[in-house]
């Protein structure tokens, strides 16, 4: 293999989530038992339809306003157009409890996706190794790769504890005296859910200060918290270095405005200067009406968020009940987010093969736990952004499926 | 410098088009003369407002019905929508004139920038040397070495031809044979609009097959031809291997739809499995919503093509006779697009300072041509999609501070 061969080798998308169409019908096993007849889920990631969550309310008339305002909304600078910056760091401030200039610590970009590349290719090359949480999203770890650079894995118990993520902080020292310089997370855990807590926070920032670490932090999921949750912001700890610390975020999720492709990156300034230069030759910038639809993010109507947190914890419960009836299976409350990452018990196929079958006997579409962790072959992710009724039924069908194929 | 600080220096983009805004106002040098008033003009790119050239008709129609089709519009498969790329390919192919598959040989793209930075990053890696074409499009050289290639240069002798490009064939055969198997360039070529001729293509054809080079070709322009001119298309010439070439092409320019960030790269199968790989990690996938505006391209209202040709061909001719009563200047006629690329007189004031005080004393804004070759100190880039009126007056001003800065 040449080496751009081998490069791409490690960058296999067929389990990735909306990737499964992909993989064809062919299964190497068995099917057990019949078809489960019911309305097909795609629990790979969240149903924006109107029947379940639709895009924040405003958001069309926004781009249509932006189309109409023609060429400067079109060719904005390609960090973003100068007047939304103005308006998007007043909030993120306001939301993060520090400071950003729109000036010089924040860019707009093509969707969290975006954001995430821009940032660790802006401070991590060949050779370099980054220090990544198992489980986590599972792009970082093929962004890394990409750019030449190692994972140096930091374990995260969150089976083994419900009052804090769980992230092994001696290990990430370790790993920071090591030589690590980059560390790259996501708070809420995707694929997890969980919250890190305030003091594995002040933890994470003081380690990160003391060894000169980069942190780039997602924090996506960070505005759906559950009933009786904190938040604390990394770049708002007092130990934080924020001349090191990048946060990402973006409203493709809680708010439902993945199709317009908008994600935001904001902190240490020489970084996000780096990042427009690498946007620059990447996508150029966000799609320009699109970016207008930033304009009514974190202005949505009163009691939308509120209405919004409550309907997913309502799902999410009945969903928790289900889980929790299978024998073997182990999981942990999501105290944020629309993910649940169940482990399941021992299975008498692979857990490729399962989801497979899962999808083609069940019409119930997950993630293999592997795209989050190469040690998460025994679990799978659910994104329960759904509607309500029919990911309930789903997640009946996918308990009978574990029956079927479990080896108890 | 670090390893990363010395990549991002590379990278500079304050004179790249559209970022003129974060250059500031100072200038190194006395201002001669009084300011030229006059409507501003920005040459830096299209004008997109309607009192230009306006989107293609259609696309925001397109795009509101696909915002309303939901999930599977927000959410296609990383390549973009498999019934789109059915419709596309159809028209790429009649266009081309080869066979294109939608399953195998096609990816949408944020953009055709994002479509050159796929295109690049999944056949290029550290340590490899790429040739390309001086002068060409500004990013492929950033593209290059941020990848951690080289460049090998190849000339174009554009202005002692008439008949064709200008490309110096021996030159890029010389480059083959020193071990480069990449090759990129812009056919029309951008930035001075001319095109390759049958017989150059026939040569590059043959030599990228003797050999085994990899041809990612950019043919944003070639649906903008002017009166008496004729267009091959690489992929379908008769020595093409059509394994080893990428086209590119986009809806933004001549179509004007650049807001919506649309882009196309069609050609060797085992090239776009990649490119989908990778743009998974860099911004998942073109804009979902934006998507749906492709539908209509190539099926523009009867004669739309024709008439905008027909209104740049008229804006071109003006412009050409103020540029041919400029002593000292030098400039090819372009054959398709909406680029000038005169060579200026002797002045007695840098590239980059002339262009500063253009915009400030004149409002006129180009682009200086070391963005293209670092040759070319004497040449400045305007595109002239342009309301007609303005762009005739602007370039009226631009020749009275060309007679203000010249030695002569």
Do not use: C
């Amino acid at each position: 293999m040449s080496s751009i061969e081998q490069k791409f080798a490690k960058l296999g998308t067929d389990h990735a989530p909306g990737q499964e169409v992909r993989q064809g019908d062919a299964l190497d096993t068995a099917l057990r038992g019949e078809p489960l007849p019911g309305v097909p889920v795609d629990f790979s990631h969240g149903d924006v339809n109107e029947t379940a969550f639709g895009p924040a309310p405003g958001a069309l008339e926004e781009f249509v306003e932006g189309v109409h305002r023609g060429g400067p909304q079109a060719y904005t600078e390609y960090r973003g157009a100068a007047e939304l910056r103005d308006r998007l760091a007043e909030r993120l401030a306001t939301f993060t409890g520090r400071p950003v200039s729109s000036q010089r610590e924040l860019i707009i970009t093509p969707g969290t996706q975006g954001a995430l590349f821009l940032a660790i290719g802006a401070t991590v090359t060949a050779g370099d190794r980054v220090a990544i949480v198992r489980p986590d999203y599972f792009a970082n770890r093929k962004l890394v790769e990409f750019l030449g650079a190692e994972i140096a894995p930091v374990r995260l118990d969150y089976l083994g504890h419900t009052d804090r993520a769980g992230i092994d902080l001696d290990h990430l020292e370790s790993v920071f005296k090591s030589g690590v310089r980059t560390f790259l997370f996501s708070n809420p855990n995707n694929p997890v859910g969980v919250i890190y807590s305030s003091l594995e926070i002040a933890s994470i920032a003081e380690l990160a200060a003391k060894y000169r670490a980069t942190v780039i932090v997602d924090e996506l999921y960070s505005r759906l918290l559950y009933s009786g949750q904190t938040y604390t912001h990394l770049r708002a700890a007092a130990a934080a270095d924020v001349d090191g610390i990048v946060t990402i975020m973006g409203p493709s999720k809680t708010e439902s405005l993945s199709g317009y492709r908008l994600g935001v990156a904001f902190g240490a300034a020489h970084l996000i200067d780096r990042m427009e230069k690498l946007q620059a030759i990447v996508s150029l910038r966000a799609p320009g009406y699109s970016q207008a639809v930033l304009r009514g993010w974190f202005e949505e109507p009163e009691g939308w968020m509120a209405e919004r947190t409550a309907q997913h914890q309502a799902i999410r419960d009945d969903l928790l009940r289900i889980f929790r009836s299978v024998p073997g299976l182990a999981i942990r409350t999501p105290e944020a987010g629309s993910y649940l990452f169940p482990r399941l018990p021992q299975l008498s196929v692979s857990l490729h093969d399962f989801v497979r079958a899962l999808r083609v006997q069940a019409a119930v579409t997950v993630t293999p736990g592997t795209e989050f962790s190469p040690d998460a072959t025994d679990s799978i992710r659910l994104n329960f952004s759904q509607n309500h009724a029919a990911a309930v039924q789903a997640v009946e069908r996918l308990a009978q499926m574990i029956a079927r194929y479990s080896t108890a």
